[in-house]
């Protein structure tokens, strides 16, 4: 579990979002509108998507296709950003079955319609690597049970419980196809309902941090290291709100660094660790130009 001075953090920056929010919110709207195709992008390519950023900003930004794109990937992100953004639309939603079927419908219309809107049943299991998910049987009551015990867990640190909603959703698969795509989803409605910014699991951090978490939780049952991720990225996310509301100019990393007379490799240890206040944009790191460690 994540200590008390990252709770404090969090807290801290939390209430400065949600102040500068209140004075801004078509701003942070904007800001959240314009981040959907690295969002897009990031969450594919964790599915192993072969379309770039670029790429994904060309179909999704300027309706320009290349032909030697798989129809389905075209698909597959246009989908996932008209949810996204229906997401960011209604951030209040509650979370409740019939929004998880009516999102699932969106993302996989047009790449496998009889697929779309509904959970397993009958004969369809699925097997992820060595993971095989919940019996078809038994699917939408463990679903319906799922959104239940998240509600009633009143007395658990609220990103706890959305990491162990996470973990336990993509360990029951209850769909054919999407899971993944529709569980990241999910995590940002939550976020969201509870006034935060939506944030981006990194396609680059899969294979060193997110796949790992899947594989403990299933062998320990414990969700530790999906609350690390997501307080990990919820700060960043709110760095990157708090600054570009309240500082005249963003740099790079890189850039501060050489202003501020401080190895590369240095600061961006220090931005990767969240020790300053940085944040990614298109796969860079940014921060306040004016920013002085003290």
């Not at 953004?85 to 969106?106: C, F, Q, R, V, Y």
């Not at 396609?203 to 609350?227: E, I, L, Q």
């Amino acid at each position: 579990m994540i200590n008390q001075i990252t709770k404090d953090r969090i807290t801290t920056l939390s209430r400065q979002y949600q102040q500068l929010f209140k004075a801004s919110p078509e701003t942070v709207r904007k800001i959240a509108l314009a981040e959907i195709p690295e969002m897009v992008y990031n969450s594919n390519a964790v599915e192993n998507s072969t379309l770039t950023l670029k790429d994904t900003e060309d179909i999704l930004l300027r309706d320009r296709i290349k032909k030697d794109h798989d129809v389905r990937e075209i698909y597959e992100a246009k989908n996932l950003a008209k949810i996204t953004e229906a997401s960011l639309e209604n951030p209040g939603k509650s979370l409740t079955t019939a929004l998880i079927l009516d999102l699932h419908k969106s993302l996989l219309i047009g790449i496998k319609d009889d697929w779309a809107g509904r959970f397993r049943s009958g004969k369809e299991w699925v097997r992820v690597g060595a993971h095989v998910g919940a019996n078809p049987d038994f699917v939408e009551r463990l679903v319906k049970e799922l959104v239940t015990d998240y509600y009633k867990q009143d007395d658990r640190y609220f990103l706890d419980k959305i990491a162990w909603f996470h973990a336990e959703f993509e360990t029951i698969h209850p769909f054919n196809d999407g899971n993944g795509r529709l569980g990241r989803v999910l995590i940002n409605q939550q976020l969201m309902a509870l006034g935060l910014p939506p944030v981006i699991i990194q396609n680059k951090s899969k294979h060193t941090s997110y796949y790992p978490a899947f594989d403990s939780y299933r062998v320990t049952g414990k969700f530790d290291d999906f609350t690390e991720i997501l307080a990990s990225l919820l700060i960043e996310f709110l760095y990157k709100r708090i600054t570009l509301l309240s500082v005249p100019k963003i740099i790079t990393v890189s850039a501060w660094a050489k202003a501020n007379d401080i190895a590369g490799n240095v600061a961006i240890n220090k931005a990767i660790r969240g020790t300053i206040p940085t944040f990614r944009m298109r796969e860079k790191w940014m921060i306040a130009a004016d920013f002085k460690e003290g």
